[in-house]
């Protein structure tokens, strides 16, 4: 990776830790001002959820519409939006008391949720256009910047409203987002002055009806609920231990700061790893152990009831969760070029806006159905439902895993085709491979044009292939860089 990717990877990083500092950054006074405005504890959540339910809605719809715009004006545009939104928000502490106050704040979450939705989607879709050899690694990093932003998130919105009162952490990171995510992201991303077709939106569909990219989708879904299952209940949980506010604080933390620490350690072993799934099972199994240890499942009451346990729970959950969830973008990525689409940013788009929204339900799921179990069953019953699900989860790919490789196995062939047939590029990498396809087909296929030329990503690589047509003679020929 040069000077220039890794200048490309750390602006995508401040926008990632940006997005969830400005969803995490209302949570300590946010409620307490609206019920000062008149609203209600259950109309401050749906506040609060009604983020994840735009990015669910229309990361979709951006995925779609990505290739038409292009990428780089949909993540600008996005960021923009949000943060205006983001300054607007600080101002509805002059909206009068009342439906008028709750009106706005549903309003201009929406709008900030729907910019982020853009933006997301166009992160996503870059990361495999512009780094398609280290996707696991790239996306472990990104995500580690996403726990930051959890993290931070709390701790800077409460001391910044001890300071500035409400108005203050909202005006503070949307100046943030417009005045520095926003012109050094302009600046260093790369420009896409080719608009290339929209992919049909039933391809998303397609992909769903593959059984592995399903299962992975599965996964994803759950691994985001996982965490956002506790923001309700853990707190009210805790409270017999008789902890103070900033030690709760401290609580939640832990989480999130395993999840940012090991986040980039699962990407550089995706990437390392031929089937991601297997690191896929492994993080479901550990968050199922963590979740029945942390609530004290009535199938192990030989458990002491120590806050030092929950703790440890907690870092496992944070670590387990992100083993589960880092390597299943790449494994999206690989399973669509296996079930047939083409490896272009329509794809990407696709592929991106499918991997938001899946999170983004997850997101919306967790505390609804997080809040409603502790009510009817509470913690330890809930832990143990959850830990259930998890481990049914994980018994289900593994037995897809088993027979997908007893299918492969199977369909092998006995004899070693000649020396002739065999590839010589055994170990290229992800763009060669493609370009080697590609010459193969024009060469099967013909007629070609009188030239076809192609480079992926010519700010990054010099890969690609030249195929050319002369004198009535079929010439081709490929270029590979090492």
């Known amino acids: 990776m040069d000077s220039r990717a890794k200048l490309m990877l750390l602006g995508l990083a401040i926008v990632d830790f940006t997005t969830y500092l400005s969803m995490s950054i209302i949570a300590p006074f946010f409620p307490k001002t609206a019920n000062e405005k008149g609203m ?50 600080g101002f509805l502490e002059y909206a009068k008391s009342g439906v008028t106050f709750s009106v706005l704040c549903f309003v201009v979450r929406s709008f900030s949720a729907l910019g982020a ?135 939640f933390m832990v989480i999130a700061t395993s999840y940012a620490f090991f986040s980039p350690i699962w990407g550089a072993v ?55 969830l880092i390597p299943t973008f790449e494994n999206l990525l690989n399973e669509s070029e296996n079930s047939g689409l083409s490896d272009e940013i329509s794809t990407y788009a696709l592929l991106a806006g499918l991997w938001a929204t899946l999170y983004s339900l997850g997101e919306f799921i967790g505390p609804s159905v997080g809040g409603a179990l502790y009510e009817y069953v509470g913690f330890a019953c809930e832990t143990t439902i959850v830990a259930a699900a998890l481990l049914l989860m994980a018994i289900v790919m ?15 062939p006995r004899d070693l085709e000649s020396t002739e047939k065999t590839p010589l590029l055994q170990n290229s990498n992800r763009r060669t491979d493609i370009a080697v396809r590609n010459v193969s087909n024009c060469i099967e296929n013909g007629p070609v044009p009188d030239s076809i030329s192609r480079s992926k990503s010519p700010f990054l690589s010099d890969n690609g292939y030249s195929v050319s047509k002369a004198s009535g003679e079929l010439r081709g020929s490929i270029v590979v860089s090492t």
């Open 398 to 412: 593994s037995i897809y895993c088993v027979c997908e490789w007893w299918c492969k196995r199977k369909s092998r």
């Open 117 to 251: 939705a853009a933006y997301t989607t166009a992160t996503y879709a870059m990361v495999i256009d512009i780094f398609p050899d280290n996707i696991g690694t790239v996306f472990g990093v990104l995500e580690t910047f996403v726990g930051l932003g959890m993290m931070v998130g709390p701790a800077l919105g409460g001391a910044l409203y001890q300071v500035g009162g409400f108005i203050l952490p909202f005006v503070v990171v949307g100046a943030f987002i417009i005045c520095i995510c926003l012109p050094l992201n302009a600046y260093i991303l790369p420009a896409y002055e080719e608009k290339v077709n929209m992919a049909p939106p039933l391809d998303m569909l397609r992909l769903l009806r593959t059984p592995s990219i399903f299962l992975v989708s599965l996964s994803i879904v759950m691994s985001a609920a996982i965490w956002a299952l506790l923001d309700p209940i853990l707190e009210p949980y805790l409270r017999d231990y008789g902890l103070g506010p900033q030690y709760l604080g401290l609580i």
């Open 40 to 89: 209600s504890n259950t109309m401050s959540g749906f506040v609060f959820s009604v983020y994840s339910l735009v990015m669910f809605l229309f990361c979709p719809v951006f995925g779609v519409i990505l290739p038409k715009f292009g990428p780089k004006f949909v993540f600008l545009s996005g960021m923009f939006v949000s943060g205006c939104c983001s300054i607007l928000f």
């Open 270 to 324: 995706a990437d390392k790893m031929e089937n991601t799934k297997l690191l896929i099972i492994a993080g479901l199994v550990l968050m199922a152990l963590a979740m029945l240890v942390l609530g004290g499942s009535p199938l192990l009451p030989f458990l002491p009831d120590d806050l030092w346990l929950i703790i440890v729970c907690l870092a496992v959950l944070g670590m387990a969760n992100s083993l589960a």
